[in-house]
């Protein structure tokens, strides 16, 4: 079985696979909210395509790894697959066959990316597998494209059914919302490494902003606002770092400081647009935040009518906020852990599962939308462990690195940038929601954890 698998990867080539499966990403999602909006919810093509593509990576990383680390992913996915047929079990004691695809749906969604990740780490490592940034750059471009060109078409799908935003033609706002997240410090640091295709980095750039401000979902925007101020941080530090000779120390502080006013003239004129975006009006709405505005008064004897009109406007906003902390979050969280507490021993331990009864019927189960909620309660606290596990393992060798190497690693624009790709998309978790349990985004998250941790033990080449 080896001798056959050797000859196999010979003929494969699996860098380009992977490449490929990156950039199809924008497609697929079109693809499956298409077919899911207009001829059937259960035709989710990206689950097939992307579970494919899990069980074929698993089985390939099986036989390619060394012995060591073939055992250990055997035992994690032994555990997995164990826990894997009590939670299902215990979901058709539950419910019966009611239900048991959205079941089996909701669990394979939700282990994606352990999984996913967990088999990559050999892939790369055999095949000294790097993705260029260019690669992560145009999956993004083709995820903002997709906005905009919808926006400008008037095909683009809401955001909200009752606030602005639009999501071009793609399915959940806070999948795309994180992909974008979390590949844009990759543009970024394309941008500050002055890769070739700076005019192509910069359209892209322009694009991202565009679709942050569009969508209207607060993740991605806060996400920005983060990834300009880490962006500034790297220019500062690289401006004052002294390892280079003193000539080349003029021209990289020149070089920094250069980008760094970019960097703020980018952020000015961003939130310029900000107040007008459907993001700005949807915070206003529901944070009670005012933006400044250039008001134009073209009309002197309305100064009574608009006051009349800024009073039902705020006593409107008023009202929505108070509806938006009613439908919110801490609503479904109160709702799931109540029905967690009420579970019985074999559910608190493997889940209660992704269907509930409400009303004497069974129905899918309403998601908090905070991953770490979710899985704890959907998939128990077996789940929860098990989940978690491997990205556990990755932060203590990531901080080891760190400490190792903390001089390097402090002046590492790479380093900084990949380290706050991660940092957004574990706190989106929390915020937004369908982060870690979302195959969408699994790809591009596992692929910058791993690369992360092989440029921290292998620096020489950063």
Excluded at 295 to 321: A, I, L, Q, V
Excluded at 448 to 453: H, N, V
Aim: one cysteine or more.
């Amino acid at each position: 079985m080896k001798g056959i698998m050797a000859k196999m990867t010979k003929k494969i080539n699996i860098k380009k696979i992977i490449v490929f499966y990156i950039l199809i990403q924008p497609i697929i999602d079109v693809i499956t909210s298409l077919l899911v909006r207009n001829v059937n919810e259960m035709l989710t093509l990206g689950i097939f395509v992307r579970t494919f593509f899990m069980i074929a990576t698993a089985i390939y990383a099986f036989f390619i790894s060394d012995k060591k680390y073939r055992i250990t992913m055997l035992i994690y996915y032994a555990i997995l697959a164990i826990y894997l047929i009590l939670f299902l079990v215990n979901c058709y004691a539950n419910f019966g066959m009611t239900g048991m695809f959205t079941q089996i749906k909701g669990i394979v969604k939700t282990f994606y990316l352990p999984i996913i990740f967990i088999a990559l780490i050999p892939i790369f490592k055999k095949n000294d597998i790097k993705i260029e940034n260019k690669t992560i750059i145009y999956a993004l471009f083709g995820y903002a494209l997709v906005i905009l060109l919808a926006r400008i078409f008037g095909v683009a799908y809401n955001t909200y059914p009752d606030k602005k935003g639009t999501i071009g033609l793609f399915y959940a706002a806070n999948e795309i919302g994180v992909i974008m997240s979390c590949t844009a410090p990759i543009l970024v640091l394309s941008l500050i490494n002055g890769e070739k295709g700076k005019i192509f980095n910069f359209i892209t750039l322009a694009l991202y902003i565009f679709s942050v401000l569009e969508m209207g979902t607060k993740a991605p925007f806060f996400g920005a606002i983060g990834l300009a101020v880490i962006t500034l941080i790297v220019c500062v530090i690289k401006f004052f770092n002294n390892a280079e000779s003193e000539n080349s120390q003029k021209q990289n502080k020149m070089k920094y400081l250069k980008k760094g006013l970019v960097t703020i003239g980018v952020i000015i004129i961003s939130f310029i647009f900000v107040p007008y975006s459907p993001v700005g009006k949807n915070i206003e709405l529901t944070n009670g935040v005012t933006f400044p505005k250039i008001e134009f008064n073209f009309n002197k004897n309305s100064e009574t009518s608009g006051e009349s009109d800024t009073e039902e406007k705020e006593e409107e906003k008023e009202e929505k906020r108070q509806d938006s902390l009613i439908s919110g979050r801490d609503d479904f969280l109160r709702d799931n852990l109540e029905l967690y507490k009420n579970a019985n021993v074999k559910s608190k331990i493997f889940g209660i599962g992704y269907m509930t009864e409400k009303w004497y019927i069974v129905q899918p189960l309403k998601l908090i939308e905070m991953d770490y909620f979710d899985i704890v309660i959907c998939d128990g606290i077996a789940g929860f462990i098990l989940y978690f596990i491997p990205f556990e393992v990755f932060a203590i060798l990531v901080i080891k690195e760190l400490i190792k190497k903390f001089k390097k690693a402090i002046v590492s624009q790479e380093v900084w940038f990949m380290i706050y790709s991660i940092f957004i998309s574990f706190v989106a978790a929390l915020l937004a929601g369908h982060v870690l349990t979302a195959p969408a985004s699994g790809i591009f998250i596992s692929v910058i954890l791993i690369q992360l941790l092989f440029k921290l033990k292998d620096y020489d080449w950063m």
